[in-house]
């Protein structure tokens, strides 16, 4: 007879066979799919392939579809679950959920828009290029001249996207066309397009570039002079025809803004909050949670208006924050200056203050960067890219600037804790640090989680006891309470039939901001279903994981210990956020 101990080491020496075994599995696709996609090379912070583009082909995606398959086949078919341990287990999951929602969504591989004010390849470039494609010495400038000479299979590729989206009738909503025109114009305009005088956003990040390398100063001219011809010969030409492409395509455009134009949209619609929230909460209750959540925190700002003294009820405060002038910077160049400094100092001081609530912080560096004039117009008011993870590229909190109207005072500061820290900086970068995970969990991208976790930061900051004033703690419910607004006009949208003028609407009657933002907030929405859900369903999972941590642990319960727990596994759907929460707080919070 084998005495129990030896059973059980046995039993522990096969889990460990085979988690070794799955991890091997999980790298090897990763490395794969990798070595795939030139530009996440790039982003990686890698040199390999730097001088091409992903190719994004219809043929292109079919045969990803088939490798989708075959890993997931290979996964059931030659791993056996029961005898991984608890984070390989974690890992298949996550693994299998993942190739599962990929195959669900080949048949609708068109149905989305490839090219919106939103971004597309016609801004992806140039934000590439500037942001990602690094020049250390004169092999990455020759690459970067490759990759310049790429863009035409870049938009040749997007131009078949569009025509095939649009055999489908999928075509963007008609007040797209003209956002994007304008884009468009914006990046080939300059030396070496025209004699305006100043260089296109291209050329002069290139000549930066260049001009930092020890090279002979004949070799760097001769440099950018093949630049300038890529940027002619091949940049100029590819716009122009994806051009050409989007003007016929305006005039087949409508007025129809919701995915139910879609064939098959209520089903498109449907799968697209599933991938969104992470939930099977259906369009009705999602909307309903939005209506509720309006009116509560409207009843939260009534108790500060209250609190001030303000000689009106919220509809006037609501007014007087849009209008009032101590409450936006000069919209000049020193004021956006003034906006970026007094940014950072936040930042800074948040920083200072994350022992609070954290026993780890990023180390990755962070920085924070106005938008680029080529994209400003269309492009959100704030936004966290990434840094690499091979390399020295920090993280980086984008402020748009083009209108400081938009960009009101009172909103500052939740703006900063949810891009930045302890925001999506805190979560992303530290995701990207974890050691000991697979690394497709290092990089996996849920909206609910990111999202959710980064309006909790905005929350989690007031209980550190930041928003010391009352306006910007009003800012901070003013952000709250777009989030759950979304709920209501996304749904509204794209389930109810609502037009765009109705969703318009029911913003400028419940939100503090402008009629001009709300106008972005809601043509972002048509053209990205469903993501704006995501942002106040994540936020209500993690509150109340929180809360039941906290009642259940009691006197052992540690704030840091619970975000440790979110954060310590990358990102997780919410219904495996729940239970690794769960198991957690059974083994006592530690």
């Known amino acids: 007879m084998i005495a129990p101990f030896l059973v059980s080491l046995?039993?522990?020496?096969?889990?460990?066979?085979?988690?070794?075994?799955?991890?091997a599995f999980f790298e090897e696709v990763h490395q794969a799919a990798v070595a795939r996609w030139p530009e996440w090379q790039t982003s990686l912070g890698l040199k390999t392939n730097n001088d091409r583009w992903n190719d994004r082909s219809e043929a292109r995606g079919i045969k990803e579809h088939e490798i989708r398959i075959r890993a997931l086949t290979r996964l059931r078919r030659d791993f056996?679950?029961?005898?991984?341990?608890?984070?390989?287990?974690?890992?298949?999951?996550?693994?299998?959920?993942?190739?599962?929602?990929?195959?669900?969504?080949?048949?609708?591989?068109?149905?989305?828009?490839?090219?919106?004010?939103?971004?597309?390849?016609?801004?992806?470039?140039?934000?590439?290029?500037?942001?990602?494609?690094?020049?250390?010495?004169?092999?990455?400038?020759?690459?970067?001249?490759?990759?310049?000479?790429?863009?035409?299979?870049?938009?040749?590729?997007?131009?078949?996207?569009?025509?095939?989206?649009?055999?489908?009738?999928?075509?963007?909503?008609?007040?797209?066309?003209p956002k994007v025109l304008d884009d468009i114009d914006k990046v080939i305009s300059g030396a070496p397009f025209d004699k305006s005088g100043a260089d296109t956003t291209i050329l002069a990040d290139f000549v930066k570039k260049v001009a930092a390398l020890e090279l002979p100063d004949a070799e760097r001219a001769a440099l950018?002079?093949?630049?300038?011809?890529?940027?002619?010969?091949?940049?100029?030409?590819?716009?122009?025809?994806?051009?050409?492409?989007?003007?016929?395509?305006?005039?087949?455009?409508?007025?129809?803004?919701?995915?139910?134009?879609?064939?098959?949209?209520?089903?498109?619609?449907?799968?697209?909050?599933?991938?969104?929230?992470?939930?099977?909460?259906?369009?009705?209750?999602?909307?309903?949670?939005?209506?509720?959540?309006?009116?509560?925190?409207?009843?939260?700002?009534?108790?500060?208006?209250?609190?001030?003294d303000f000689d009106g009820d919220l509809a006037a405060f609501f007014e007087f924050i849009r209008h009032d002038p101590t409450n936006f910077y000069p919209n000049t160049d020193p004021g956006r200056t003034a906006y970026l400094a007094d940014t950072k100092a936040l930042i800074e001081e948040m920083d200072r203050a994350l022992p609070l609530a954290f026993h780890v912080k990023p180390k990755a560096e962070l920085v924070v960067k106005r938008v680029e004039p080529y994209r400003e117009k269309t492009a959100n008011i704030g936004f966290y890219r990434t840094p690499a993870i091979y390399g020295d590229r920090p993280g980086m909190y984008y402020v748009n600037l083009y209108d400081m109207q938009q960009m009101p005072k009172s909103?500052?500061?939740?703006?900063?804790?949810?891009?930045?820290?302890?925001?999506h900086h805190m979560q992303m970068a530290l995701a990207q640090e974890l050691k000991g995970l697979p690394k497709f969990r290092r990089f996996a991208r849920y909206t609910a989680y990111l999202e959710g976790w980064a309006l909790y930061a905005e929350r989690l900051a007031k209980e550190m006891g930041f928003y010391r004033q009352p306006l910007s703690d009003f800012g901070r419910l003013a952000w709250e309470l777009l989030r759950a607004a979304r709920l209501v006009v996304d749904t509204g949208i794209h389930h109810r039939r609502w037009t765009r003028a109705q969703a318009i609407a029911y913003l400028d009657d419940n939100l503090p901001s402008s009629h001009e933002s709300n106008r972005k907030s809601i043509e972002r929405y048509i053209v990205w279903p469903a993501q704006a859900t995501a942002y106040k369903i994540g936020m209500r999972k993690i509150l109340e994981l929180r809360q039941r941590a906290q009642d259940r642990l009691g006197k052992a319960y540690d704030i840091r210990a619970f975000h440790a727990a979110v954060l310590g596994n990358g990102g997780l759907p919410l219904n495996i956020l729940?239970?690794?929460?769960?198991?957690?707080?059974?083994?006592?919070?530690?």
């Open 80 to 177: 056996d679950y029961a005898k991984l341990d608890s984070a390989a287990q974690l890992s298949y999951r996550l693994f299998e959920r993942s190739a599962e929602l990929g195959i669900a969504w080949f048949p609708f591989r068109h149905h989305w828009y490839p090219v919106t004010q939103m971004g597309g390849p016609h801004t992806r470039i140039p934000s590439f290029l500037t942001n990602r494609h690094s020049v250390s010495g004169k092999a990455d400038a020759e690459a970067y001249i490759k990759r310049l000479d790429g863009v035409a299979m870049v938009m040749d590729q997007t131009i078949d996207r569009l025509n095939r989206h649009a055999e489908k009738g999928i075509i963007a909503p008609r007040f797209v066309f």
């Open 224 to 308: 950018v002079t093949r630049a300038e011809q890529a940027l002619l010969n091949a940049v100029q030409p590819a716009y122009a025809r994806l051009r050409e492409t989007l003007v016929a395509l305006e005039q087949r455009a409508t007025d129809d803004d919701g995915v139910w134009k879609f064939p098959d949209g209520d089903a498109v619609y449907r799968l697209a909050l599933y991938s969104r929230t992470t939930t099977d909460l259906t369009p009705e209750a999602i909307h309903d949670y939005g209506l509720a959540e309006v009116m509560r925190i409207h009843g939260e700002m009534r108790e500060i208006v209250k609190a001030i």
């Open 10 to 23: 046995q039993s522990q020496a096969a889990e460990n066979d085979e988690s070794a075994r799955i991890a």
């Open 578 to 590: 729940d239970s690794v929460i769960d198991r957690w707080i059974e083994t006592g919070g530690r």
């Open 411 to 423: 909103h500052m500061a939740g703006l900063a804790y949810h891009e930045a820290i302890p925001g």
